[in-house]
Structure formats: C-alpha cells, structure tokens
C-alpha cells in the first residue's frame, strides 16, 4: 500500500443503472400455450465433458472471489443465506475506487500515504427503499483470505474465535473500518452505514468520495485501512460473506392487487434461500430480472413449489451473473432446483419434476384422441451418460469451484464399458449432497432419451408442461399392459384447436429428490 493507489477509477454506468435486461426468451406468447423446460432445454444444459478449473470443479468462477478493477463490470445478484456460523456467499466485488490519503483524509498536500480507501460494488440491492430493509447484508469481510471484520464484534479482536493474531503478523485492526451499504433504492451516503466502526469516518474518508456518491441500488463497503508495509506492501484482496437479497413470500403477496401486501419482514417476506421463491422474484424483478407482472404468474404452482422444497430441505445460496442472459440465468436457477418453467394459459408456471403417482385417472393417450401420423425419435447414444460431473460452488471450502462425480456401472455394461461422460453446472447448489442427489437424478434421467410428438384432440388442453401420462397404442407396441409413461414436454394450441403434442420418456427408476 506504499504510495499512491491512483484515483477515482471509474463509476460505471452499470453500478449505477439498473441492469439492462434482454428478453427472457423463454417462450413464443403468442400461442395459447407453449411449454418449455428443463425436458426441452436437456442439450443447453448438460455439457458433454465436465469442465476443469484447477484440482476441482467446472464451474467458473467468473471472478466472484477476486477483486475486478472497472467501471463497465456487470453487478451480481445474491441469493440465500446458510444456516452456519457465517451465512452468506463469498464474493470479491469490483473496486469502483481506491485511493491513499494523508492521516486526515485529503488526496493532496502534507502527512504521507497514510489511508488506502477502497469502495468494493459487490451485488446489486433488492431495488426496494430502505425503510424494507430488504437488500444483501454482510457478515464477514476478509482480508487476504483471514477475517478481518465481523457482523457480531464489528471489529475482530483478541479472543475472537476467527481471530489469529499471527495471521497477520499482530496487525492492529483497529487500523482497519469499514462502513456497509444495502442497495437500496433510496441510498443516500448514509444509509446503511455501520456507524460502529467508524468512529472518525466523516473526519478521515477521502474527501473525494463525497454524498453525492450513492451508488444506489448497489451493495458496496467502504473499507479503509491504516498503511501497515509490513503486513501489505500491496493492495489486500477484499472479500464480502453477504446474505442475499429478501424476496417475498408468495403467501404474503396480495394476489388481487398484485401487489406486496403491507407487513413486516416475517410475513412478507419468505426465506431468502426457498428456490421457488427466488425465481418468482428474478421472474418479478424490474432491476435486475425480467420484469414480469404479478398478473403474469401462476400464483397456486409457485406455492406448490415452495412447500415442496420446505419439505425435502433444498435450498438455493448462490450468485445470478447479470452479465449473462436471462435466459441462461433461467435454465441455471431451474437445473439447481429440478424444475420446469412453461406458460399456460397466459400466465408463467413452475413445475417440479419428482416421483408421480399413477391411478386410473392418469391421463391416456389412445387411439381416440391421437390424430394423424406421429413420430418417434429414441435420441442420440451419445448423450446416454453412464457418468455425470456436477460442478457446484463450496460453501464448506470457501464458495471455491468444486466438483462430484457420480458413476452407474450397470450403464457403464450396458455401453459395453465405453465411458461416456457428461456434465453439468449447478451454481445455486452449495453441497456435496445435494450435488450428488440432483447428479443421480440428471445421470438417470440422461438414460431415457424417447420423444414423441403428435397432434392430439382439444382434450389435451386440459395437461400441463410436466405431466405425467400413458400412451396405450398398438401402433409402437405400448399398449394394453405395456403402455407406456411419458411427461409432457411441449403443447401447442393450433389453429383448428387440436393440440401438438410433445412427449419425453418417463424415468420410472429415477434418483428423485428427496429429503435429507
């Protein structure tokens, strides 16, 4: 930190604009329904070879755990919180502006380098004002990889159980402050500030970052560190453990309206981690997702999803890239939480695909309601997987990339021993078990690969993308008690009201999602 670090780097338009969204391209509206899932989407997502980064996962990084320096790098968004000791993701955050002051916080004139001011832009705000206390909240904030600062003790002092006073050399980290931003929409200079720390922070802050430097709607910190050579001859590498942005409950959203009904935080809003919960709001987001309207949502399959995933205790703790497409952001949120998205009857709906039941009253096509010629496609050998990697984020080993393979060597004989592996990335999945159950699940799923797609009757109309039916016909050989189980895929309404059909095999042996 010896000298001048330089000054303002850069306030990017993207830090202080929201996030310009591409169209979510999900679907064509313009038929009366139209599904897609994670059925239809199965290429886009799994990757015929498992990416490496260094001895463990495929996952990118994408530089969440260093520090960027720029003034167009695109802001992530948070999601969850964990229930261990320190909750939250990791992230490094871009440095929107570094500088070293003299011991009274002036850029210019007598009395050394003796500050180094750092402000880290690490996630976007939940776009909600301040009064919803509703945006990312750290805990933790480390310098070169070693805790330096903490929610419980504000500073890290001796006795603390992170704190190891040889890590640093016997750093006084009464030389080190930091004063916290929530993103919110109303940001003002100080708003959010833990005023904690910073006991001379208005007599000592560089006196070029100044109040008119919101920074609103993004998270940041301002840190500022008393120049140590010894301890950092360079600038440290700054890293945030931050929960993520609240979201609400979908019980608590006033349906009629489409509104958020008015309440406080433990009914308004949901878990922060519940999957369901964080689609609907990227799905609803105005600043950083797609922007949809309540109106457009299927209110009673989000809250069917959300009990689902209370009951088998998955979670999602993880960062959406604002960078990439919507889109892909989509396909990655659904592929963690085994889900589906399609649009039915004018509205979004989320579909989980788990374990059905089947009862005389599954849905059957037959030779009634079958019209015209149909087409049977039994897939590609080579995306039969016998092995799958799943690259997923390590919250017990610093959020860095990480990786389980999960093998079947009844697969593996039965493709005469060729290995054959795929891959896919789970960026919300946090742990070892639940990257191996979701593995189970894709790697079995892989194996049943038949399409089938006719023109039924308007009697169609009455199935959802996800759906589980029997197909009894003697035209393939599936019919009486050989009929077969498939899920529906796709449905098109067309002109002369029949329906196009789109069938995937149902896996009946399936790994399913369970709770652990």
């Not at 009857?345 to 149909?374: C, M, P």
Request: aromatic fraction near 10%.
């Amino acid at each position: 930190m010896g000298g001048a670090i330089g000054s303002i780097i850069g306030i990017a338009a993207a830090v202080f604009a929201p996030y310009a969204a591409a169209a979510l391209g999900l679907t064509g509206i313009g038929a009366t329904l139209f599904g897609i899932g994670l059925q239809m989407a199965v290429g886009s997502i799994f990757n015929k070879k498992a990416k490496k980064k260094g001895g463990g996962g495929g996952v990118e990084d994408a530089g969440l755990l260093v520090n960027k320096t720029s003034n167009v790098a695109a802001i992530p968004v948070i999601y969850g919180e964990s229930s261990d000791t320190y909750p939250g993701r990791r992230l490094g955050g871009t440095r929107v502006y570094m500088q070293s002051t003299n011991n009274d916080g002036v850029t210019t004139g007598t009395g050394g380098n003796e500050y180094l001011h750092v402000v880290l832009a690490y996630a976007h705000g939940s776009g909600k004002p301040n009064s919803e206390n509703a945006g990312p909240v750290a805990h933790r904030i480390l310098l070169n990889d070693k805790v330096a600062w903490t929610a419980a003790n504000g500073k890290v002092v001796s006795g603390h159980p992170d704190y190891d006073a040889t890590e640093y050399e016997g750093y006084d980290f009464s030389k080190f402050d930091v004063a916290l931003f929530n993103g919110c929409s109303d940001q003002t200079h100080s708003v959010g500030r833990d005023y904690s720390t910073f006991d001379d922070f208005d007599a000592r802050k560089s006196d070029e970052w100044t109040s008119n430097h919101r920074l609103r709607g993004v998270a940041y910190a301002y840190c500022r560190m008393q120049f140590d050579r010894d301890t950092f001859p360079g600038a440290p590498t700054i890293l945030i453990e931050s929960t993520g942005n609240k979201v609400y409950n979908v019980e608590h959203l006033d349906w009629a309206s489409r509104n958020p009904t008015v309440g406080t935080a433990p009914t308004k809003y949901a878990s922060k981690s519940n999957p369901a919960a964080i689609i609907l709001d990227y799905l609803t987001n105005t600043t950083y997702g797609k922007g949809l309207s309540l109106q457009d949502i299927d209110y009673d399959s989000f809250v069917v999803a959300r009990d689902y995933y209370d009951s088998i205790n998955l979670d999602f703790i993880g960062v959406v890239q604002t960078g990439e497409t919507l889109f892909d952001n989509v396909q990655q949120l659904l592929a963690s939480c085994n889900a589906n998205l399609y649009y039915s009857r004018g509205k979004y709906a989320i579909s989980i695909h788990k374990q059905e039941t089947f009862d005389n009253d599954t849905f059957v096509f037959n030779i009634d309601n079958i019209l015209g010629e149909w087409t049977i496609s039994l897939g590609s050998k080579k995306n039969r997987f016998n092995s799958m990697t799943v690259n997923y984020y390590d919250s017990s080993n610093g959020w860095q990339p990480n990786s389980v393979k999960v093998a079947n060597a009844s697969y593996l004989a039965a493709d005469s021993d060729v290995l054959n592996e795929g891959g896919i990335d789970l960026p919300m999945v946090r742990t070892r078990a639940d990257a191996d159950r979701l593995g189970k699940f894709y790697l079995d799923q892989s194996r049943y690969t038949t399409v089938v797609n006719f023109k039924a009757s308007h009697e169609a109309l009455i199935l959802n993308v996800n759906d589980v039916v029997y197909i009894d016909h003697a035209v393939p050989g599936w019919n009486d008690s050989n009929k077969k189980k498939f899920r529906v895929s796709a449905l098109v309404l067309n002109s002369d009201s029949t329906v196009e059909v789109t069938l995937m095999e149902y896996a009946p042996n399936s790994v399913y999602i369970e709770n652990q």
